[in-house]
């Protein structure tokens, strides 16, 4: 499938760019701090696990529709940030809802933000893009299978990235944790979060 010539520096660009400050580690940021571990890991997972619809978007070439049509993008880059500027209000309007005395079962279930970080990771038509001219730097033609190399890079991507984001989520939620026990802390992580989310929102519906 891959070289080990493919694959390595591949690997290396992936890490640093995943390290990088940017939308995503923001997000994982804050969510880790205003949710607790086990919600901050399980919302890094899922933008990791999402940059497998760029993958599969990359394999087919719908990516390659999207960056050609303006029209498409912008859409995309509109529904993208109001989505962020969604789950931004949200955060902000239930501020300090959940307390040291509330039970585990009244949070939102890891299961459900990990899928609100796919869902976040999959609508970022910027993330489409990077997919569309990152991936294919690290194709080698004259091996064949264009699509599979696509494929394993993709998913390579995916899975050091799930790796970086759930340790992010991890130590993050165990600021959050060690935050909560302060009076009033609860109001202000989740109101932090939100200002993140509602800033990348506007940002993506405003960049050109």
């Known amino acids: ?16 760019l995943t390290m ?33 619809s ?4 990359a394999v087919v070439g719908v990516s390659a529709l999207i960056a050609a049509s303006s029209t498409a993008f912008t859409v995309l880059k509109v529904a993208g940030g109001l989505y962020l500027v969604k789950l931004g209000w949200g955060a902000w309007r239930h501020a300090g809802a959940v307390s040291l005395a509330t039970t585990e079962s009244s ?9 609100k970080g796919c869902l976040a ?3 970022n038509p910027k993330v ?36 970086l ?3 992010l ?5 165990a600021i959050g944790q060690w935050l909560s026990r302060k009076p009033r802390a609860g109001v202000v992580l989740d109101r932090a979060a939100g200002t993140v989310f509602i800033a990348l929102g506007l940002k993506l519906i405003v960049s050109r």
């Open 20 to 52: 990088s400050p940017g939308p995503d580690n923001l997000m994982v940021l804050g969510m880790g701090m205003a949710k607790g571990r086990r919600r901050g890991v399980a919302f890094g997972l899922g933008c990791a696990f999402g940059c497998l």
């Open 54 to 57: 760029h993958t599969l978007l």
């Open 121 to 123: 990771s999959a609508i």
């Open 107 to 115: 949070l939102e279930s890891p299961a459900r933000l990990f899928w």
């Open 1 to 16: 499938m891959l070289t080990p010539e493919q694959f390595f520096p591949f690997l290396l660009a992936a890490v640093v």
């Open 165 to 167: 984001f759930g340790l």
């Open 169 to 173: 989520g991890y130590f993050a939620g």
């Open 128 to 163: 489409v893009l990077f997919f569309l001219s990152f991936l294919p730097q690290f194709v080698v033609a004259s091996h064949g299978a264009v699509g599979w190399q696509l494929a394993a890079l993709g998913v390579t991507f995916t899975l050091q990235a799930a790796l």
